[in-house]
């Protein structure tokens, strides 16, 4: 049996089903992370407007929630916040992409995430809103790991020392591998951290150090999540930023 519940939500992925329908990854900000299909939205007469079904569109959804299914219905799918520059510069664009597999990858579907979801939504108003702003997904991945229960910066790690990422210990020689943080990019790390969303804007760091931080970032991901698969939009993002 099922029922029908109202909830907000983010669209973190979207494909095509069928010849009509489409099924969306939505975070939604009480029921978690879950599949969700819309019957019928690519026929001419459908009322469902296309920008529902954006990547990173924030919604309002009604939906069947049924016991046993990973797949809901959605009864009905609106915008409730209105964004346009995220769709129309193609650095926002990628930064999207990023941000919304990041978290579909991260999160574990239909527990709650309510602080991922208000943490995300703050993060898609300020890339809206600013034009500047290209250190938001690096800020957005430290906090995802510290509402996780990942502790990576509860180290204090002077200048010339290093953090070995699979060991997670702090050492003074250069670890043979690549798979570690410099003491500065942990203070660099920590300074992001310390910062609200409004003031991130602020950081900015050459293109390859962003790009090395989100790759060292990743590797702890990898080592720490058991399965945790590579984030195929960094790639996007990295060119798109070349």
């Known amino acids: 049996m099922s029922k029908l519940l109202k ?3 983010i669209v973190v992925r979207t494909f095509k089903y069928g010849e009509t329908s489409v099924i969306l990854d939505i975070l939604t900000e ?4 879950g599949s969700f ?5 690519r026929k001419s007469k459908s009322r469902t407007s296309p920008s529902s079904i954006q990547l990173a569109a924030s919604v309002d959804l009604d939906f069947y929630m049924k016991e046993n299914t990973d797949l809901h219905q959605l009864k009905e799918l609106k915008v409730n916040t209105i964004r346009t520059s995220i769709y129309s510069d193609i650095r926002k664009i990628a930064l ?3 941000l919304s597999e990041l978290t ?4 574990n579907k239909y527990e709650n995430h309510q602080l991922e979801f208000s943490l995300l939504q703050s993060v898609l108003d300020d890339l809206e809103a600013n034009d500047d702003n290209w250190s938001i997904h690096i800020w957005y991945l430290i906090r995802l790991l510290e509402i996780s229960g990942f502790s990576l910066l509860k180290h204090r790690v002077h200048p010339e020392y290093y953090y070995d990422i699979p060991s997670d210990t702090i050492t003074s ?6 798979s570690y943080l410099s003491g500065y990019d942990m203070i660099t790390l920590t300074q992001l951290n310390q910062a609200d969303v409004r003031q991130v804007s602020q950081f900015k760091p050459k293109r390859d150090e962003r790009n090395r931080l989100v790759e060292k ?3 702890f991901l990898k080592v720490h999540i058991s399965g945790f698969q590579h984030i195929q939009s960094f790639d996007v993002l990295k060119s ?3």
């Open 7 to 9: 909830d907000k939500g």
């Open 217 to 219: 970032l990743l590797d």
């Open 240 to 242: 798109v930023f070349e």
């Open 104 to 107: 579909r990858r991260m999160l």
């Open 37 to 41: 299909i819309l019957q019928g939205v």
């Open 30 to 33: 009480v029921h978690g992370l």
């Open 173 to 178: 020689n250069r670890p043979l591998h690549h």
């Open 96 to 98: 999207c992409m990023f």
